[in-house]
């Protein structure tokens, strides 16, 4: 039996880890991509192959910068010299703002910075896998389910003026889910975006009494924090083809945040 292959950008901590945990868990080998913290790849490489049923499956740390254009080339080539293929990418790599600032007075450069990590990064390494898989399409006689899930953030729909940049990042994220669906239906290749809500990772570390009070006030209607696991088995099932007539779909992963209520 032929193992699936994915590569989880940003995938050494947070929700990307927990991403690449379900996924091995489901059998998968994972490109497991980091910026900068190599040993944070390894750890969780080690804990993916610990709780994988098969051990042909592989866990492999590829370091890659989505920002920079060269990076991200370099980054799928290491990922096919590895694997040999790529049957999933999960855009899940993404920043938050150094210091929130309120946008009458916040400044450019976070604003590129989010932008080209968050927006440009994921939109232009989608566009590197989608060239590969059409072209190889050609030459393949039996292509295998292949698939792409964007992580957003309930900010695609919720306004913090403190971090406008982020907010507005990740609006962009969710037309460019829509706009890979669009183009690559026809081919077979089925896009989804994962929208998560108050994630309990190093980035809300910051925030946490604020979140906790929110919580315990009814922010959120299933009454906690959501966690890497959680992120990581919808983009499971995702990957695993168990939506296949259902490209393009938002799947929310926040506890009810999203519902409108009196």
């Given at each position: 039996?032929?193992?699936?292959?994915?590569l989880?950008?940003?995938a050494?901590?947070?929700?990307?880890?927990?991403?690449?945990?379900?996924?091995?868990?489901?059998g998968?080998?994972?490109?497991?991509?980091?910026?900068?913290?190599?040993?944070a790849?390894?750890?969780?490489?080690?804990?993916?192959?610990?709780?994988?049923?098969?051990r042909?499956?592989?866990?492999?740390?590829?370091?890659?910068?989505?920002a920079?254009s060269?990076?991200?080339a370099?980054?799928l080539?290491?990922h096919?010299?590895?694997?040999?293929?790529?049957?999933n990418?999960?855009?899940?790599?993404?920043?938050a703002?150094s210091?929130r600032?309120?946008i009458?007075?916040a400044?450019e450069?976070?604003?590129?910075?989010?932008v080209?990590?968050?927006?440009k990064?994921?939109?232009?390494?989608?566009?590197?896998?989608?060239k590969?898989?059409?072209a190889?399409?050609?030459?393949?006689v039996?292509?295998r389910?292949?698939?792409i899930?964007?992580?957003?953030?309930?900010?695609?729909?919720?306004a913090?003026?403190?971090r406008?940049d982020?907010?507005?990042?990740?609006?962009?994220?969710?037309?460019a889910?829509?706009?890979?669906?669009?183009?690559?239906?026809?081919?077979?290749?089925?896009?989804?975006?994962?929208r998560?809500?108050i994630m309990?990772?190093?980035?809300?570390?910051?925030?946490?009494?604020?979140?906790?009070?929110l919580?315990?006030?009814g922010?959120v209607?299933?009454?906690?924090?959501?966690?890497g696991?959680?992120?990581?088995?919808?983009v499971?099932?995702?990957?695993?083809?168990?939506?296949?007539?259902?490209?393009g779909?938002?799947?929310d992963?926040?506890?009810?945040?999203?519902?409108r209520?009196?």
């Open positions: 039996m032929t193992i699936p292959v994915a989880v950008t940003g050494s901590r947070g929700l990307g880890r927990g991403i690449a945990l379900e996924l091995a868990k489901a998968w080998s994972v490109g497991i991509n980091y910026a900068g913290n190599r040993a790849a390894e750890e969780c490489a080690a804990l993916c192959a610990a709780a994988a049923p098969s042909e499956q592989r866990f492999v740390p590829l370091q890659g910068d989505i920079d060269a990076s991200r370099q980054l080539a290491q096919l010299q590895e694997f040999g293929r790529i049957d990418l999960v855009n899940n790599a993404g920043i703002p210091v600032a309120d009458v007075e400044g450069d976070s604003f590129d910075r989010l080209s990590t968050n927006t990064g994921p939109y232009f390494l989608t566009q590197a896998v989608a590969h898989w059409l190889a399409a050609k030459d393949d039996a292509v389910y292949r698939s899930v964007f992580v957003t953030s309930i900010s695609v729909h919720t913090s003026t403190a406008g982020y907010c507005i990042s990740k609006a962009g994220v969710a037309m889910t829509q706009l890979w669906a669009s183009r690559l239906a026809a081919d077979g290749i089925n896009v989804y975006e994962v998560p809500g309990k990772t190093d980035m809300t570390a910051g925030v946490t009494s604020k979140y906790d009070a919580i315990a006030q922010l209607p299933q009454a906690r924090w959501g966690t696991e959680d992120v990581g088995l919808a499971k099932a995702l990957a695993s083809g168990d939506f296949p007539f259902s490209t779909a938002v799947l992963v926040d506890g009810g945040f999203q519902l209520r009196l």
